[in-house]
């Protein structure tokens, strides 16, 4: 494409996004892919485009990055603006995307939600209008070494315009701190978050009885107790379900450790050589000039019981809720159970929509594939919000269905067309013909 200025670059932009999109909802592989069925003729006519190298599909996520600002802002002006939200509480998380390249500063390590921790990433926030509406409304990027607590401010302050007051933010223990709940009541909205239990959450553990707590669930033995503080509420839980679960994986835990010991202890007896790879905090090794192990003093049975006393602190099964707004035990727990709607649109964005694992390479260009998956995330969010009937269909399905509906164009007298769509399914039936592509 010649290099123009003004509203024909814009509109070559806008037409190429939509290409993208569309390609995303339906095929979706690489970018070389996506420029091969673009420059299909009747695409192209469609899109109103000409023929293009896919490098310009590059420079496209390149714009779209270095306007990133502009175009999110855009987007959240426009869906308050055509959507009459009743309700604007939010749940905010975050999550990694592993990186592929190395030129942008926006790689680095950090802990991987992707189980890639070899490889560099980015973190990416999410903020959620939640239930029952679940739509996207607001995504930010920052460097993968970045902790949720630290990333929290950008993601809130990106959304919070929209916000009436008073308006509930959800989010998790990570960004749970002074500094951001300050931030929220400054803004007159109220929170919901987790937190992480410490030493003066024992003395609430010890004298915990679930025959005097408040019953919440009795299939999953779940009990709570409220603690009213001047300027907050801890809710308090014990899960006889979580405890056996929390005791189960840490007996699995104590059991690896003594099979380790053992191995370690026999290589020294047998004066073999230490395994390139082990744990050292392990209780039953000790690490200096030489290694040993205390199993020569020590039976199984004891060994056992010196890794329990280290591994099991009384506090499986118990977990905590902190809030400003004054709740029902059972509703705080089920609002923030809700949290769980944003960890699939994670879950969609990386493996249905498919932005992981990156491998563009320049700072805007991460930017512009974001905003690109998000985009399409959003529409797959709103045919679920208008369509009553796909509302809990996956993005799998949905992308599915879309993919199998085909448009077959016959070319008439006088240079007219018609379009005929065919391999209908419920979904996209649905879909077609509520948005008015179908009379």
């Known amino acids: 494409m ?16 939509i290409g993208l999109v569309s390609y995303k909802l339906t095929e979706n592989f690489s970018i070389k892919e996506a420029g091969k069925w673009l420059n299909q003729k009747e695409i192209l006519e469609i899109l109103n485009l000409e023929s293009f190298h896919e490098k310009v599909l590059y420079r ?14 855009d987007i959240l002006g426009n869906l ?3 959507y009459d939200f009743e309700e604007t509480d939010i749940n905010l998380d975050w999550t990694s995307i592993t990186l592929y390249g190395t030129k942008s500063k926006l790689g680095k390590f950090g802990y991987s939600r992707d189980h890639r921790p070899d490889k560099l990433q980015i973190t990416v926030g999410v903020s959620e209008l939640k239930k029952p509406i679940n739509i996207p409304i607001g995504v930010t990027v920052n ?3 970045v902790l949720d607590l630290k990333h929290f401010p950008e993601t809130y302050n990106q959304v919070k315009s929209k916000l009436k007051k008073g308006s509930l933010i959800v989010f998790d223990k990570g960004a749970n701190t002074v500094e951001n709940i300050k931030l929220i009541q400054e803004d007159k909205m109220t929170y919901l978050t987790s937190m992480k239990l410490n030493s003066s959450d024992d003395k609430i553990i010890e004298k915990f009885d679930v025959t005097k707590a408040e019953q919440i669930d009795s299939e999953k033995g779940i009990y709570g107790i ?9 809710y308090f839980y014990f899960s006889e379900s979580l405890q056996e679960k929390q005791l189960e994986a840490k007996a699995r835990t104590v059991l690896k450790k003594l ?3 053992k191995e370690i202890q026999e290589i020294i007896v047998k004066n073999k050589k230490l395994p390139k790879k082990f744990r050292i905090n392990n209780e039953l090794i000790e690490i200096d000039y030489s290694f040993k192990t205390k199993l020569e003093e020590l039976s199984d049975d004891e060994a056992i019981e010196l890794l329990k ?7 499986e099964g118990f977990f905590c809720l902190k809030s400003d707004k004054n709740l029902t035990l059972e509703k705080a727990l089920e609002i923030y159970r809700e949290k769980d709607s944003i960890e699939k649109i994670f879950n969609s964005l990386k493996n249905e929509i498919q932005i992981k694992p990156l491998r563009v390479w320049s700072e805007n260009s991460i930017h512009g594939a974001i905003i690109l998956g998000f985009i399409a995330q959003l529409f797959i969010s709103l045919m679920r919000y208008e369509f009553e009937e796909i509302k809990h269909k996956s993005t799998k399905f949905i992308k599915k269905s879309l993919k199998n509906l085909t448009l077959t164009i016959k070319f008439v007298k006088n240079g007219l067309r018609n379009y005929i769509f ?5 979904i996209n039936s649905l879909i077609v013909t509520k948005m008015g592509t179908i009379p």
Do not use: C
């Open 309 to 315: 006393s280290s591994i099991i602190n009384g506090r």
């Open 60 to 73: 496209t996520l390149e714009i779209l990055g270095r306007n990133k600002e502009e175009i999110l802002s």
């Open 422 to 426: 065919a391999n209908f399914d419920k």
């Open 80 to 82: 308050f603006s055509v």
């Open 143 to 145: 460097k993968g070494n």
């Open 259 to 261: 099979q380790e010991a």
């Open 226 to 234: 409220k603690i009213v503080k001047p300027n907050s509420i801890k």
């Open 2 to 17: 010649e290099r123009r200025h003004g509203e024909e670059i814009f509109s070559e932009v806008l037409s190429l996004l």
